[in-house]
């Protein structure tokens, strides 16, 4: 067998495509424009690249942008009032704090300050609640791309046993929940996991978040599975001497071997973040304005 590579680019670029088209209806029929506000603390060279790749598809799809940079020494009361100024903000739905913040931040007490109806991340605690409650919940960007990806390749998800390697608060859980929802039966394992290789023979969809290179090998995935990855190693490139390659928790030509479909680092699941992002950002307005939910960009 060989598989399918998933296109994350390719699709990422559709469900911007989508979001485009709901925001121009938004603003033709209620005079609506959903913004995101990206607050960046510092001058982190891979977040300012980051935040800037965030900006340009935020006004390409249609979306008001706000960008607000603090000094690398600003103070947790610094921004704490510019976070409440966004909260307070209609114009702005959607709010994202860069991480990592300088050391004198918290990330926890920074997220629990943002409104969670404008929480586009999907990282407060409330939104975790609401996620394993089943209630309307903003979900994390990269587990909801992966959704995305999976109900696209496979469509119901009903009944598949789907593995999810890795216990993170941001990935490993609510990937959990969303494929619970899904109703999908879901193992999430991870280092202490016994034999986890055999625990990986058994699901129909595997996910792979750790962020150990290769970790996953090919005889671990189970003949037809479909796999997405998620890990990102950087290491020094092989055949080009000063360059730096990425690799994914899944040894991609091996699983190829077994698998039915499987996502390239990359080009996989990455591209599906900030089209998650959007895509939250426009529902968090639609529900400011008790407007119907975008069909299609949701959990």
């Not at 209806?25 to 001058?43: F, N, Q, S």
């Not at 990935?171 to 999908?184: S, T, Y």
């Not at 928790?249 to 390239?264: C, K, L, Q, R």
């Amino acid at each position: 067998m060989s598989a399918k590579t998933i296109d994350g680019k390719a699709f990422a670029a559709s469900v911007r495509e989508k979001v485009a088209g709901h925001v121009a209806r938004l603003k033709d029929e209620h005079g609506i424009t959903p913004g995101l506000a990206v607050v960046l603390v510092g001058e982190d060279p891979a977040s300012e690249v980051y935040v800037a790749a965030k900006h340009r598809q935020t006004v390409e799809v249609g979306m008001a942008s706000f960008e607000h940079k603090l000094p690398a020494d600003a103070s947790e009361e610094t921004l704490f009032a510019l976070i409440d100024k966004l909260n307070a903000d209609p114009a702005v739905h959607g709010i994202l704090c860069q991480f990592p913040v300088p050391e004198q931040l918290d990330e926890r007490r920074t997220v629990a300050r943002i409104d969670p109806t404008k929480d586009v991340d999907g990282l407060s605690v409330t939104n975790a609640g609401l996620l394993a409650t089943g209630g309307e919940a903003l979900v994390s960007c990269t587990p909801l791309g992966c959704l995305m990806l999976l109900r696209d390749q496979l469509g119901d998800l009903t009944g598949k046993e789907a593995v999810v390697i890795g216990r993170s608060n941001l990935f490993g859980k609510p990937m959990g929940q969303l494929l619970l929802r899904d109703n999908c039966t879901v193992t999430i394992a991870h280092s202490r996991t016994k034999d986890l290789a055999e625990v990986c023979r058994r699901a129909d969809i595997l996910i792979a978040a750790v962020g150990r290179a290769e970790m996953v090998q090919g005889d671990w995935v189970k003949p037809g599975a479909t796999v997405i990855d998620v890990g990102i190693t950087r290491i020094p490139h092989p055949d080009k001497p000063g360059k730096t390659k990425l690799l994914g928790d899944v040894d991609f030509a091996a699983a190829s071997e077994n698998a039915a479909a499987i996502t390239p680092v990359p080009g996989g699941v990455g591209p599906m973040t900030i089209a998650c992002l959007l895509a939250n950002t426009l529902t968090a307005c639609c529900r400011a304005h008790g407007l119907p939910e975008p069909e299609g960009l949701t959990a």
